[in-house]
């Protein structure tokens, strides 16, 4: 089994990366819905606005290609 670990030190299990995605929504205090288009679409604009990543390195094509990205671009590591 895969693992994520985000800057923050944060790790978490990766099985499947759209099951890895809705966790991280249901841990979300103000969640009231799971939509994983617009929640990688929301946290593709956070990243961009606050931490200023250029918003076409974070793939929201589908939920492998948003996780991938952020291992690509330094955010998380895949391991």
Known sequence: MRQIE???????NLEDSKKFIEFMQMKHPFCEKIDNQD???S????YSELYGVDEKLIDVSSEEA???????????RIF
Request: aromatic share 24%; proline share 0%; no cysteine.
């Open 39 to 41: 929640y990688m679409e």
């Open 66 to 76: 948003f996780v991938s990205s952020f291992d690509k671009i330094g955010l998380a």
């Open 6 to 12: 985000w800057i923050d030190g944060g790790k978490y």
């Open 43 to 46: 946290v593709r604009f956070t």
